[in-house]
């Protein structure tokens, strides 16, 4: 089966490497964002999403970090990751669809974390691919 489900996830870094995290729906951490809508533009998912979860109206999109694929067993089905490496210009944030908490989290605190998503977020963090905001 080759058949993913797609969504666009935002690395977002505060001035001190830490990473931008929700919890949506869940107990655990995630980064901000998700799938993408027919006929949307990869940019204009993550600029929906930012909006509809945080309020973040105010955003740069510096370009792709990386990409993840993974099989997510509890829903018998692969997901497809395309992490941007993106800058906002708030730290006010307003939380809707489905987020209960954000955080600014280092990105350590999920290295040996059993749940597939946090492992995702320490993965994707501590790529070398990764721009922190000083750079």
């Known amino acids: 089966n080759t058949f993913y ?6 690395l977002i ?5 830490n990473i931008l ?4 729906n869940q107990d655990t951490w995630s980064l901000p964002g998700g799938g993408l809508d027919h006929g949307e533009t990869a940019e ?9 979860e945080l309020g973040i109206q105010d955003l740069k999109i510096h370009g792709v970090n990386q990409t993840r694929t ?5 829903k018998q089905a692969w997901l ?7 800058t906002i210009d708030t730290s006010t944030f307003s939380m809707g669809d489905g987020v209960t908490e954000w955080c600014y989290i280092n990105p350590e ?3 040996s974390s059993e749940d597939i998503f946090e492992q995702l977020v320490y993965k994707v963090a501590m790529s070398p ?3 922190n905001l000083d750079s």
Not at 21 to 24: A, F
Not at 80 to 86: A, E, Q
């Open 5 to 10: 489900r797609v969504s666009v996830k935002a």
């Open 13 to 17: 870094k505060d001035n001190d490497g």
């Open 21 to 24: 995290v929700v919890k949506e």
């Open 44 to 52: 204009e998912g993550m600029a929906r999403e930012l909006k509809e």
């Open 70 to 74: 993974f099989e997510l067993k509890t």
């Open 80 to 86: 497809l990751w395309i992490v941007y490496d993106v």
């Open 109 to 111: 605190t999920f290295q």
């Open 129 to 131: 691919t990764s721009i």
